[in-house]
């Protein structure tokens, strides 16, 4: 009898995981994004979210507003439509607020990072509650927004006390848009956030349209015949820091037809030069790109010895620091308006008005 | 050196003396209970600890008025606790007692090192002098201390309790070397020291500190031995013979 | 070490010295000509501004900032009696600390210029100790002092901490990055400056040798010996003041060159003479701090480290490895 029964539960085991993978059998809606996979069935959508580093499947969202009669451990279960959201990244807000549904946006960390307008406002009339970024997590004001699901910047890592959340009626989910590496790949996550609200049709629309828009500046780029040099980064401490060749940045130079002295080398993150070595290998480099400061004065505060860079002494060097809130919000979305500002900042005659670059302040 | 209606102590003024006088080219030693001010009395003469009225002369120069560094040429202090110094050869160590004399920048000069030169071969210390001072005896240590007084080259040499990491027959022989060193350099020992018997032996002048009255005195121990250990210990020591 | 052999140790020093300047100025500068030889023709000699703006400077203060140290260490081991002490133990850097802190944490520059972070950093610095001296004249023994010390720097820290919570992700790299230590940003035209003070400095504390190997036999014997322990102890606290709030205001905190290098110069040269001690120190500062650039310099293809991950790196395996084969310090 009891060997039976054992059999019985492996059988029965083994049905069910068959049943799963008929049931994903069908092909994901993404074509860019690397580290999420969206699901289309009938009457639900399951996502898939991938560590970038192992590609191993680090989250199972089933989203429907109607909940399936019997639900399975490994996934979570989310209703778009009650969706309660506390996105931790500012780069989700700029997705949320691109398919109007900031309305669903009952906390966030801090208003310190914040450049939306709506939400900052919300936040002056108490209905969206600051909670406090993932390690300073204020329970219970999160527990008094009514949310019911967070979105948070993944590392591989669980959000802290997650599992208690989930006892608590918050879910979280982790979003890798910032591993992305192309620049559409990146944008494509906002049908990630389109199928948590229930607006996955105004997502694809959006996302159309910024492929088509960012398909549009490479070809317009490509007019360019002459390559133009930038510099890219900036010094942390004595160590600076530059794009990899295969990095997100990188890629978005090669689209703009600019040359990088580095696009060769290896590597999806950054890599460290000295400053002599900058110095050595950018003599003639009249362009910089992203500083991270807004004005010559604090480049000579981080280090004296930058005036020595000739973008330096001809005043061309560009970040997006004036408004960085506004860049961190939007950038991701928006690959084809710093693709454009790229091309205006190296090709053009300095006519058009940048969208979010500037030239730093002398 | 003259001590002149002395208070010692500097808030709570606790020891006091009438007017003492004492000769150079002799060694005294000194006795007390313990707790009854021996350190006390030593550290206030050195003028590490200030006393709160009367006069101590030296030479016929008050010592109030002198500076700390024109003080230690006046009197050398040697505290209880041997040197636990790493790293510091015996020459190095003896050295120090020049200190006073030394200028800005602290260097010896030839004079200097010929007094430390004598020292040295006068307590015998030649075949340590370029050995590490914690590589040595106890007894060793107590004459490198010995040596680093004497080239301070003041006339009154303070020794706080010097034999009491002493074996006996150590003991015997530095009080022996105190009385010898204070006639041939013409200088004054002060010792304090709790070895009754050996005092008994050696010397006839002691300091004892008069417990009931808090005062400190100077008496013949051959003289009258049990009146004196009775006062300076409050008990009558002879009843126990 | 047997005395005699000071000299030569000393000489061989100052040549290991200049050997490795000479590595750290021109090691991979390729395109180095110097000014004498002929650079016509083209109006930016890259090399030799390489070597005047970013090598000379970088040699030159690892020099100063290495002896300083090394010196700051010394005279507060001595002071204490303590061989864990090292230039930070007064809590000087603390003010350091506190000012940059309160600076690049709230994006409020104390002094919005180009050379604010000096300034700020050496001003801190300055007031701490005023404030530290101001506690010595109300103490009598060494030791209270070495607590206060410790509490200013708790204090201090708290303060940082509750600052670091509520700063900007921005501002609060920059406030680590500054605590990480750098030899590279000290600029040509500043040598002279700092030349001028440090020589000061140095004959300064030169005087304070007598005082200090008086101390080596604790503070009682000390006063015996006429030496007047607290002035000496207000005069030790103004001068390290100095030295740290200048090599701080340059490179930052650097880790470990001021509690090493003064227990290896003991080590190595078995006295307690701090005249002898005084230019170990100078010199085994210098040169373990050049040393320790150079490596970085040689790995800088590969990787970046900080100067403060090397001089800990090379530090603490050095001190166990003596300690071991000498048993003493």
């Known amino acids: 009898?009891?060997?039976?029964?054992?059999?019985?539960?492996?059988?029965?085991?083994?049905?069910?995981?068959?049943?799963?993978?008929?049931?994903?059998?069908?092909?994901?809606?993404?074509?860019?994004?690397?580290?999420?996979?969206?699901?289309?069935?009938?009457?639900?959508?399951?996502?898939?979210?991938?560590?970038?580093?192992?590609?191993?499947?680090?989250?199972?969202?089933?989203?429907?507003?109607?909940?399936?009669?019997?639900?399975?451990?490994?996934?979570?279960?989310?209703?778009?439509?009650?969706?309660?959201?506390?996105?931790?990244?500012?780069?989700?807000?700029?997705?949320?607020?691109?398919?109007?549904?900031?309305?669903?946006?009952?906390?966030?960390?801090?208003?310190?990072?914040?450049?939306?307008?709506?939400?900052?406002?919300?936040?002056?009339?108490?209905?969206?509650?600051?909670?406090?970024?993932?390690?300073?997590?204020?329970?219970?004001?999160?527990?008094?927004?009514?949310?019911?699901?967070?979105?948070?910047?993944?590392?591989?890592?669980?959000?802290?006390?997650?599992?208690?959340?989930?006892?608590?009626?918050?879910?979280?989910?982790?979003?890798?848009?910032?591993?992305?590496l192309n620049p559409l790949g990146r944008a494509e996550w906002i049908l990630f956030f389109g199928a948590?609200?229930?607006?996955?049709?105004?997502?694809?629309?959006?996302?159309?349209?910024?492929?088509?828009?960012?398909?549009?500046?490479?070809?317009?780029?490509?007019?360019?015949?002459?390559?133009?040099?930038?510099?890219?980064?900036?010094?942390?401490?004595?160590?600076?820091?530059?794009?990899?060749?295969?990095?997100?940045?990188?890629?978005?130079?090669k689209d703009a037809q600019i040359r990088y002295r580095y696009e060769k080398k290896k590597g999806t993150g950054s890599i460290a030069l000295s400053l002599e070595e900058i110095l050595k290998n950018h003599r003639h480099t009249n362009i910089w790109l992203n500083p991270g400061v807004a004005s010559k004065k604090a480049l000579a505060l981080i280090n004296p010895k930058l005036k020595h860079l000739k973008a330096f002494q001809n005043n061309q060097i560009y970040c997006y620091s004036h408004r960085m809130n506004f860049y961190w919000?939007?950038?991701?979305?928006?690959?084809?308006?710093?693709?454009?500002?790229?091309?205006?900042?190296?090709?053009?005659?300095?006519?058009?008005?940048?969208?979010?670059y500037k030239k730093i302040k002398p | 050196m003259i001590l002149n209606n002395l208070q010692f102590g500097y808030q709570v003024p606790y020891l006091t003396s009438d007017f003492l006088e004492f000769n150079l080219g002799q060694a005294i030693p000194l006795i007390g209970a313990n707790g009854a001010g021996k350190s006390t009395f030593l550290k206030t003469i050195a003028g590490l600890i200030p006393h709160s009225k009367g006069e101590i002369i030296i030479e016929n120069q008050s010592l109030t008025k002198l500076s700390l560094q024109e003080r230690s040429k006046k009197i050398a202090y040697v505290p209880s606790t041997p040197p636990l110094i790493d790293q510091m050869r015996v020459n190095e160590y003896i050295a120090l007692g020049r200190t006073p004399f030394l200028g800005l920048f602290g260097n010896l000069q030839q004079k200097d090192e010929e007094i430390i030169e004598q020292a040295i071969l006068k307590l015998g210390l030649t075949p340590y002098k370029e050995r590490f001072i914690h590589e040595l005896s106890d007894g060793e240590k107590q004459l490198c201390t010995l040596a680093?007084?004497?080239?301070?080259?003041?006339?009154?040499?303070?020794?706080?309790?010097?034999?009491?990491?002493?074996?006996?027959?150590?003991?015997?022989?530095?009080?022996?070397?105190?009385?010898?060193?204070?006639?041939?350099?013409?200088?004054?020992?002060?010792?304090?020291?709790?070895?009754?018997?050996?005092?008994?032996?050696?010397?006839?002048?002691?300091?004892?500190?008069d417990v009931t009255e808090n005062k400190l005195i100077k008496g013949n121990i051959s003289l009258n031995k049990d009146a004196i250990l009775e006062k300076a210990f409050n008990r009558n020591l002879g009843s126990f013979h | 070490m047997n005395p005699s052999l000071r000299m030569p140790i000393f000489i061989f020093l100052l040549i290991a010295i200049g050997i490795i300047a000479y590595f750290n100025l021109t090691y991979h500068l390729t395109e180095l000509r110097w000014l004498w030889e002929n650079n016509q023709g083209e109006q930016v000699n890259e090399g030799f501004i390489l070597l005047k703006e970013f090598r000379l400077p970088r040699v030159f203060i690892s020099i100063i900032a290495g002896g300083g140290l090394a010196i700051t260490g010394m005279l507060m081991q001595t002071l204490f009696q303590n061989p864990l002490a090292g230039p930070y133990v007064l809590g000087i850097n603390s003010g350091s600390n506190l000012f940059i802190g309160i600076s690049l944490l709230t994006g409020i520059p104390f002094l919005m210029s180009e050379y604010g972070m000096v300034l700020t950093a050496f001003i801190g610095a300055l007031l701490f100790g005023l404030l530290i001296l101001l506690f010595s004249t109300f103490i009598k023994k060494s030791i209270s002092l070495l607590l206060i010390g410790l509490m200013i720097s708790s204090f201090t820290s708290a303060i940082l901490s509750i600052l670091e919570s509520s700063s900007s992700a921005n501002n609060l790299k920059s406030f680590v990055i500054w605590g990480m230590g750098s030899l590279q940003k000290v600029e040509f035209a500043q040598i002279g400056f700092i030349t001028i003070t440090f020589l000061i400095l140095t004959l300064f504390s030169l005087t304070l040798m007598k005082a200090l190997n008086a101390l080596v036999l604790g503070e009682t014997s000390a006063s015996a010996l006429g030496i007047s322990v607290k002035r000496e102890r207000q005069k030790i606290i103004v001068i390290s003041s100095l030295f740290i709030g200048l090599i701080t205001a340059y490179c930052g905190p650097i880790a470990f060159v001021g509690l090493t290098v003064p227990n290896l110069a003991r080590i190595l040269f078995k006295t307690q003479n701090h005249q002898v001690l005084f230019f170990a120190n100078l010199l085994i500062g210098s040169f373990f701090l050049l040393l320790c650039d150079s490596i970085i310099l040689l790995l800088e293809p590969y990787t970046a480290i900080p100067i403060n991950g090397i001089t800990s790196l090379i530090g603490a395996p050095m001190v166990i490895l003596f300690i071991l084969k000498n048993g003493r310090i």
């Open chain 1, 196 to 253: 948590l609200t229930g607006k996955l049709n105004e997502a694809k629309n959006e996302f159309q349209h910024i492929e088509r828009n960012y398909l549009h500046q490479v070809k317009r780029a490509k007019r360019y015949r002459y390559k133009k040099e930038v510099i890219s980064g900036n010094l942390v401490g004595d160590v600076w820091y530059l794009p990899a060749g295969q990095s997100y940045a990188a890629q978005l130079f």
């Open chain 2, 148 to 209: 680093k007084a004497l080239v301070q080259d003041a006339p009154v040499i303070l020794l706080d309790e010097p034999s009491a990491f002493l074996d006996y027959a150590n003991r015997n022989r530095i009080v022996e070397l105190f009385k010898n060193l204070a006639k041939q350099e013409n200088k004054l020992f002060i010792f304090s020291t709790h070895d009754i018997d050996l005092i008994d032996r050696e010397f006839q002048e002691v300091l004892y500190i």
């Open chain 1, 1 to 180: 009898m009891k060997f039976w029964s054992i059999l019985l539960c492996i059988w029965l085991f083994a049905c069910q995981s068959n049943d799963n993978q008929t049931r994903e059998h069908i092909k994901s809606t993404t074509r860019y994004a690397k580290h999420f996979q969206l699901f289309e069935y009938q009457n639900h959508q399951i996502i898939h979210v991938l560590n970038p580093k192992t590609n191993k499947l680090e989250k199972k969202i089933w989203i429907s507003d109607h909940l399936p009669q019997s639900t399975n451990e490994s996934y979570i279960y989310i209703q778009p439509h009650q969706v309660k959201l506390c996105p931790m990244a500012s780069s989700h807000i700029g997705m949320l607020n691109r398919i109007e549904v900031l309305d669903r946006v009952s906390a966030l960390p801090s208003q310190n990072y914040l450049d939306n307008v709506i939400l900052k406002k919300a936040i002056q009339h108490g209905k969206i509650l600051e909670v406090g970024f993932e390690n300073q997590l204020q329970l219970e004001k999160l527990l008094r927004s009514n949310t019911n699901l967070i979105s948070y910047s993944g590392f591989g890592t669980e959000f802290p006390q997650e599992s208690k959340l989930k006892k608590l009626g918050v879910l979280t989910i982790q979003n890798y848009d910032w591993e992305e």
């Open chain 1, 329 to 356: 919000e939007n950038a991701s979305l928006m690959p084809d308006r710093i693709l454009s500002d790229y091309i205006e900042i190296c090709h053009g005659r300095g006519n058009k008005v940048l969208y979010f």
